[in-house]
T-cell receptor, first 107, second 116 residues
Framework: DAKTTQPPSMDCAEGRAANLPCNHS???????VYWYRQIHSQGPQYIIH???NNETNEMASLIITEDRKSSTLILPHATLRDTAVYYC????????FGKGTRLHILP | SAVISQKPSRDICQRGTSLTIQCQVD?????MFWYRQQPGQSLTLIAT?????????ESGFVIDKFPISRPNLTFSTLTVSNMSPEDSSIYLC?????????????FGQGTRLTVV
């Protein structure tokens, strides 16, 4: 079973920051938090991952709380092309997907 | 990153028949996985394809229904056997380049299967 809980859907205005929350209260010390997204009819796309420190790349930022029980994915300037289902995953040897958050970017 | 090619990209099949899906990677990878995505649903892990040995299946999936081969480090097949309309799904191949949890996974574009 997936070890994460995400809101089923969110809206964000184009050009604004999209902040997607994820709860993973049962995460263990050596498990990483991964984020993927799936744009309609495509395979999942890797976004970012982290263990305990905040991470940033060209796509997004990942903020992990100090107790590691939750995290937030930040898309700094959302565009219409960011409309997708976003999956937060606690990774062990396998990648088990939860239901994800369907993000709608509003023009 | 790894480039994954899945064939076929889509197919329409008659119930009772079988379809073999191929997954080819452009570089040697450590782990290969097969997923199913039913209409409107998230991805469900079917099995881990092990090179040179039998695949490791998740709960609810069995080898007789979803036989998997992995003859080398760049190629795997998934067969959907004795198909029924309930098998209509997107089937996706995924790979990781290394061991452990600090290794991102890459996904193919999937095979869209419709069983009639």
């Amino acid at each position: 079973d997936a070890k994460t809980t995400q809101p089923p859907s969110m809206d964000c205005a184009e050009g604004r920051a999209a902040n997607l929350p994820c709860n993973h209260s049962t995460i263990s010390g050596n498990e990483y938090v991964y984020w993927y997204r799936q744009i309609h009819s495509q395979g999942p796309q890797y976004i970012i991952h982290g263990l305990k420190n905040n991470e940033t790349n060209e796509m997004a930022s990942l903020i992990i709380t100090e107790d590691r029980k939750s995290s937030t994915l930040i898309l700094p300037h959302a565009t219409l092309r960011d409309t997708a289902v976003y999956y937060c995953i606690v990774r062990d040897d396998k990648i088990i997907f939860g239901k994800g958050t369907r993000l709608h970017i509003l023009p | 990153s790894a480039v994954i090619s899945q064939k076929p990209s889509r197919d329409i099949c008659q119930r009772g028949t079988s379809l073999t899906i191929q997954c080819q990677v452009d570089s040697q990878v450590t782990m290969m996985f097969w997923y199913r995505q039913q209409p409107g649903q998230s991805l469900t892990l079917i099995a881990t394809a092990n090179q040179g040995s039998e695949a490791t299946y998740e709960s609810g999936f069995v080898i007789d229904k979803f036989p998997i081969s992995r003859p080398n480090l760049t190629f795997s097949t998934l067969t959907v056997s004795n198909m029924s309309p309930e098998d209509s799904s997107i089937y996706l191949c995924s790979v990781t380049g290394g061991w452990g949890m600090n290794t991102e996974a890459f996904f193919g574009q999937g095979t869209r299967l419709t069983v009639v």
